[in-house]
């Protein structure tokens, strides 16, 4: 009975030592993503004043995400094989790279779009080795228990992007230029590699001969681990859709707010909103005991979906920001929801190369959204409702006309759609069946 005692306490102090240092790793991660927030806040501000065009923001963000999105079946092949820490210290230091030739560009006389979208692009594709990595460590140094805990604590550290960035940025725009910003982002790198480096014990380095290691085996693995499941199969094509529908609101928000207010008022606006993201975080990390991680998921894309598409009713900064606050609140549940169902399903050792192909697979959404959202919204919709057709004088009377609302009914569109996605998800079997396991 004793002995029963002492192993117990045993591993409740392990438990806590390991939820300690997982605790330290997303500090530096939030640090590291306040940072990011600010150079993606300032250029996507930049771009859009320099050239008045949303499709030339979602070109910008296409080089943000694109490469990220393909390599990250590569980065989970390789965190699966090599020390994950090293891969996350690694893809913080070359993701600056990307940086500094944002920053040379900017600070010329004449900047160039395509030289700022290059380094965009190249501190994507080396982000590419970390995302992977960092997901997988959840498993290398928490109990299954813990997962939804985790979950909510990684939100709220890759989310601080959108809690305080914007304000932030939107503020330091007022009185020093977007340089500033990236330089600030460029230091809090070295931040980030310092605390990796610190918890290094408590991470698992899962190390194979370099001689047997073959992409094409691997990937056919991580994609044999992901079709073994009928479920974790429709999750990506959920997630894939959720994905898509999220892209219109990250391109659109932007143009929506600056047709009718300016770039502080925005910054504000968009920490205020966020701060539903906290909100939502906060409450998951502290539910011990989630009965239904599938109703977690299809209630999150229901609400998120409906303040989503309220967003675009009224040219009014205090409704947009209170709509905007409920979306963030449940957006937490979509992630962690669909997380932990997939987690729950999958092996370790498949883990990171599984998230890899399930990243890239779900947020090629985002690609497709910034490539149709940038030119329905310039080509499409906003030439629309400045018309004076009948069924422009309709939707007028809801949502307005002029500058700015053909963007908002693009916004409502994609909102509801989003939410038809959370009632069909609360009725499928096949993602009924991942809460079993």
């Given at each position: 009975?004793?002995?029963?005692?002492?192993?117990?306490?045993?591993?409740?102090?392990?438990?806590?030592?390991?939820?300690?240092?997982?605790?330290?790793?997303?500090?530096?991660?939030?640090?590291?993503?306040?940072?990011?927030?600010?150079?993606?806040?300032?250029?996507?501000?930049?771009?859009?004043?320099?050239?008045?065009?949303?499709?030339?923001?979602?070109?910008?963000?296409?080089?943000?995400?694109?490469?990220?999105?393909?390599?990250?079946?590569?980065?989970?092949?390789?965190?699966?094989?090599?020390?994950?820490?090293?891969?996350?210290?690694?893809?913080?230091?070359?993701?600056?790279?990307?940086?500094?030739?944002?920053?040379?560009?900017?600070?010329?006389?004449?900047?160039?779009?395509?030289?700022?979208?290059?380094?965009?692009?190249?501190?994507?594709?080396?982000?590419?080795?970390?995302?992977?990595?960092?997901?997988?460590?959840?498993?290398?140094?928490?109990?299954?228990?813990?997962?939804?805990?985790a979950g909510g604590m990684v939100q709220i550290a890759f989310n601080s992007k959108l809690l305080i960035s914007p304000a932030v940025a939107g503020l330091l725009l007022r009185v020093t230029p977007?340089?500033?910003?990236?330089?600030?982002?460029?230091?809090?790198?070295?931040?980030?590699?310092?605390?990796?480096?610190?918890?290094?014990?408590?991470?698992?380095?899962?190390?194979?001969?370099?001689?047997?290691?073959?992409?094409?085996?691997?990937?056919?693995?991580?994609?044999?681990?992901?079709?073994?499941?009928?479920?974790?199969?429709?999750?990506?094509?959920?997630?894939?859709?959720?994905?898509?529908?999220?892209?219109?609101?990250?391109?659109?928000?932007?143009?929506?707010?600056?047709?009718?207010?300016?770039?502080?008022?925005?910054?504000?606006?968009?920490?205020?909103?966020?701060?539903?993201?906290?909100?939502?975080?906060?409450?998951?990390?502290?539910?011990?005991?989630?009965?239904?991680?599938?109703?977690?998921?299809?209630?999150?894309?229901?609400?998120?979906?409906?303040?989503?598409?309220?967003?675009?009713?009224?040219?009014?900064?205090?409704?947009?920001?209170?709509?905007?606050?409920?979306?963030?609140?449940?957006?937490?549940?979509?992630?962690?929801?669909?997380?932990?169902?997939?987690?729950?399903?999958?092996?370790?050792?498949?883990?990171?190369?599984?998230?890899?192909?399930?990243?890239?697979?779900?947020?090629?959404?985002?690609?497709?959204?910034?490539?149709?959202?940038?030119?329905?919204?310039?080509?499409?919709?906003?030439?629309?409702?400045?018309?004076?057709?009948?069924?422009?004088?309709?939707?007028?009377?809801?949502?307005?006309?002029?500058?700015?609302?053909?963007?908002?009914?693009?916004?409502?569109?994609?909102?509801?759609?989003?939410?038809?996605?959370?009632?069909?998800?609360?009725?499928?079997?096949?993602?009924?069946?991942?809460?079993?396991?």
């Amino acid at each position: 009975m004793n002995h029963n005692n002492e192993t117990q306490i045993i591993g409740i102090t392990e438990k806590n030592k390991s939820m300690k240092k997982f605790t330290i790793l997303v500090a530096g991660q939030f640090i590291s993503s306040i940072g990011s927030g600010l150079t993606d806040f300032g250029l996507a501000i930049y771009v859009l004043r320099l050239t008045g065009s949303v499709t030339a923001t979602s070109i910008l963000s296409i080089c943000a995400f694109l490469p990220s999105i393909v390599l990250a079946p590569i980065g989970g092949v390789l965190a699966d094989h090599y020390d994950r820490r090293l891969m996350m210290i690694l893809g913080e230091l070359f993701s600056g790279l990307g940086l500094v030739i944002c920053l040379i560009s900017v600070m010329s006389a004449n900047p160039s779009i395509f030289v700022i979208c290059s380094g965009v692009a190249i501190s994507s594709l080396f982000s590419a080795l970390m995302e992977p990595a960092f997901k997988a460590t959840i498993t290398d140094l928490l109990c299954e228990e813990d997962y939804a805990r985790a979950g909510g604590m990684v939100q709220i550290a890759f989310n601080s992007k959108l809690l305080i960035s914007p304000a932030v940025a939107g503020l330091l725009l007022r009185v020093t230029p977007v340089s500033t910003l990236i330089i600030i982002d460029i230091f809090t790198f070295f931040t980030t590699v310092f605390v990796i480096a610190f918890v290094r014990k408590g991470m698992a380095v899962q190390q194979k001969s370099t001689k047997s290691l073959n992409f094409a085996i691997e990937m056919k693995e991580g994609v044999k681990a992901i079709r073994g499941k009928r479920g974790v199969v429709a999750m990506i094509v959920i997630m894939s859709i959720a994905v898509f529908c999220l892209g219109f609101v990250q391109i659109l928000s932007k143009p929506l707010i600056l047709a009718f207010a300016g770039e502080t008022e925005l910054g504000l606006l968009a920490t205020v909103s966020a701060f539903g993201m906290m909100a939502g975080s906060i409450a998951i990390s502290m539910m011990k005991n989630i009965k239904s991680h599938v109703r977690l998921l299809s209630s999150g894309l229901f609400g998120c979906g409906i303040f989503f598409a309220l967003m675009g009713v009224r040219e009014n900064l205090i409704l947009i920001a209170a709509f905007g606050f409920m979306m963030f609140v449940f957006l937490p549940f979509v992630q962690i929801g669909a997380e932990v169902l997939i987690r729950k399903n999958l092996a370790n050792e498949v883990q990171g190369r599984a998230f890899g192909l399930i990243s890239f697979i779900t947020q090629m959404g985002y690609i497709f959204a910034y490539i149709l959202s940038g030119l329905l919204a310039d080509y499409v919709f906003e030439p629309f409702m400045k018309g004076t057709s009948p069924l422009v004088v309709n939707i007028g009377n809801v949502i307005g006309t002029g500058n700015g609302r053909g963007i908002a009914l693009l916004i409502l569109i994609a909102g509801l759609l989003l939410a038809v996605v959370g009632i069909v998800v609360s009725r499928l079997k096949s993602v009924k069946t991942l809460e079993e396991i």
